[in-house]
């Protein structure tokens, strides 16, 4: 019996393909990507219906074998799975894709899973017109008696089925490559697009040969000789690791699984083991790598996969945004594969898997810091920033990591939250009641006011990550009465208000008199002079920027939409110390040397706040040789 069939595929389908590319394929490369995928489900069907006794058959070493033909500008897909006879060509290829271009979309929507369809022959199968101007199908089916069919389209709504040329189970399809995607006949591409799709499918992809040093024997030196050998070139690791359970898995196996994900990365902290089948399906491997300060470099560093089908390394959504800064693998059948961005935003299984990650990251941390505290004192540097990135992004993650997130003081030392507030309520108490929390953005600079603060026993912590700024204004929302402030916002004994105060040993008149000297002196704008009295032995001149005022232009500066801040002029505090003895030398001293020893105290202020520069630099220096 011959076939010989010509038709139309549907009256509603003129606009179908314009649909694929728009709705479903932003990218063209895709079509290796679901023609390997469908390629891979019909040999694991027909091995499914072997292990059933479906099918008697030999059902041979699986294996999806991808060519290219250079001369011809063919791409062929090989397998030898299922196959399909005339009447499946028909009902699969004809029927379910071209069901109607608006129905296909309503149809794609409501698919409760995305596989109902994709997996079909169909849908997946019409990517193959994104870059072929025709497009073969040889096949034969297991089916006993099964006749060999040939399909042929060129991506018109016209279709043509004759008798087929196959002698073997399995489908051929064969892309004749349209003139805008010559590209894809290049091995190079091919191999970079079946490395990044296909590195671990379940069923070996097979695409050409490489050639490989064996040994072969001993030369008279008893030394090993290699010989080269041409052995098929397998792009691809059947069981990765995210397939395998725990218990039988070696830290070992963790590590060259992220070596093969990551070549030439530092080795990671610890990892975690995604491994969940209700209300979703859900495996994966997360790794924490070694963060340091360094925010921007880390993102797109997890892979998601849908039945080991590489989908994106763009997980925005699924994956909750302050866990963008691990890497790793995420499997799940239930993510719909090429899917509009808005689709998955509104998918209920993806804020499901969000909240599932957040709660196995968190749970993880917390027996991390249970089991070992010292361990994890040790990688606090790493995970700080991420830690402190997921409790301001998080809620949920906040209410479990305020019991293991750290903070660290001068002295490196660490401490809970809650430890912190203990050590610190007693000494660090205003006046109204609020606990003051303070703290260094870069201790080298600001070693004056630490050693001031010190010298009152206060404790200083060290905040100096790029989300610090973030994370202070976190805590103030979340700690109760307290306040939190740069050591350098203030003078020590003004830092936390207390109800003693210093004697002044200046009069009202001096007072005045000081001022004016002072204000004279000062030749940067924005300086508000101020007299205040402190012990003999603190700084004779401090200049400080008001904390609130400073952080807010900080927030500008990082983008956080305080742009109105960032546009004020910057105003500072100058704090002169009316009891210590320099105050009281410059107002004994007449004309220049009083101008010269209130220019030097001031400079001196200006020098320890970095704040010295230029020519004003110079002509301190020039004074300071002409004093000696």
Avoid at 394 to 409: I, M, R, T, W
Avoid at 486 to 511: F, G, M, P, T, Y
Avoid at 521 to 530: C, D, L, N, R, S
Avoid at 597 to 604: G, H, I, N, R, T
Wanted: include cysteine; charge should be negative.
């Amino acid at each position: 019996m011959s076939i010989q069939e010509k038709g139309n595929i549907s009256i509603h389908t003129e606009n179908i393909f314009p649909i694929i590319k728009k709705f479903l394929y932003s990218d063209n490369e895709i079509f290796l990507r679901e023609l390997v995928s469908n390629a891979v489900d019909a040999v694991q069907k027909i091995k499914r219906l072997g292990s059933l006794g479906q099918f008697n058959g030999e059902v041979g070493a699986p294996l999806v074998q991808v060519a290219v033909d250079k001369d011809a500008k063919t791409i062929t897909i090989s397998d030898n799975g299922l196959g399909m006879t005339a009447e499946e060509i028909k009902k699969y290829i004809n029927q379910v894709a071209f069901s109607g271009a608006s129905e296909f979309v309503e149809k794609f929507k409501d698919a409760k899973d995305a596989n109902e369809i994709i997996g079909k022959f169909g849908l997946g199968f019409y990517s193959a017109f994104m870059v072929a101007d025709l497009v073969e199908i040889q096949t034969l089916s297991y089916q006993d008696g099964a006749e060999p069919a040939r399909w042929v389209c060129d991506g018109s709504t016209e279709f043509e089925i004759t008798e087929g040329t196959k002698t073997t189970r399995g489908t051929d399809i064969i892309l004749h490559v349209n003139k805008d995607s010559e590209e894809f006949l290049e091995e190079s591409k091919l191999q970079e697009i079946l490395n990044k799709y296909a590195k671990f499918l379940p069923v070996p992809i097979k695409f050409g040969t490489k050639t490989e040093s064996v040994e072969d024997g001993v030369d008279e030196e008893g030394k090993a000789k290699y010989t080269d050998v041409e052995v098929d070139n397998i792009i691809n690791t059947t069981n990765p690791i995210w397939t395998k359970a725990p218990a039988d898995l070696s830290d070992e196996d963790y590590l060259n699984f992220y070596r093969e994900l990551y070549p030439f990365s530092e080795e990671p902290l610890f990892w975690i083991h995604l491994n969940v089948d209700y209300p979703f399906n859900l495996t994966g491997v997360l790794y924490f790598p070694k963060l340091k300060n360094d925010f921007e470099m880390q993102r797109n560093k997890i892979k998601l996969y849908s039945r080991q089908v590489f989908i994106t390394d763009e997980v925005k959504d699924i994956v909750p945004e302050f866990l963008m800064l691990l890497h790793g693998v995420i499997d799940s059948p239930d993510i719909p594969l090429n899917v509009s961005r808005s689709f998955l935003q509104a998918d209920s299984n993806v804020k499901k898997i969000n909240n599932y990650i957040t709660k196995k990251v968190a749970d993880k941390l917390s027996e991390l810091f249970a089991k070992d505290r010292k361990a994890y004192e040790d990688k606090w540097k790493d995970i700080g920033l991420f830690v402190k990135y997921g409790m301001i992004s998080e809620e949920k993650f906040y209410d479990k990591a305020k019991d293991f997130a750290l903070v660290g003081n001068t002295k490196n030392e660490l401490y809970t939250l809650p430890e912190y507030k203990e050590k610190v309520t007693a000494l660090q108490t205003d006046k109204n009641g609020n606990v003051v929390y303070l703290y260094t953005n870069d201790a080298a600079k600001q070693d004056a006011f630490i050693q001031s603060a010190n010298k009152k026993d206060y404790d200083v912590l060290v905040l100096d990550s790029p989300i610090d700024n973030h994370f202070i204004n976190q805590l103030e929302q979340k700690l109760e009465k307290t306040s939190i402030k740069r050591v350098d916002s203030s003078v020590a004994d003004k830092l936390i208000e207390k109800d003693e105060q210093n004697e002044h040993v200046l009069n009202e008149d001096q007072v005045k008199e000081v001022t004016a000297i002072f204000e004279k002196a000062i030749t940067k704008p924005g300086m508000h002079v101020e007299i205040v009295a402190l012990h003999p032995e603190e700084l004779p001149v401090t200049i400080t920027m008001d904390e609130f005022m400073r952080r807010m232009k900080d927030m500008a500066a990082m983008g956080g939409g305080m742009n109105f801040y960032g546009q004020m002029p910057d105003n500072y505090k100058v704090a002169i110390n009316g009891n210590h003895k320099l105050v009281s030398k410059i107002l004994n001293a007449e004309g220049e040397e009083q101008q010269n020893l209130a220019k030097q105290a001031v400079d001196l202020a200006l020098l320890a706040q970095g704040m010295l520069t230029g020519a004003e630099l110079t002509a301190f220096v020039s004074r300071s040789v002409a004093l000696i």
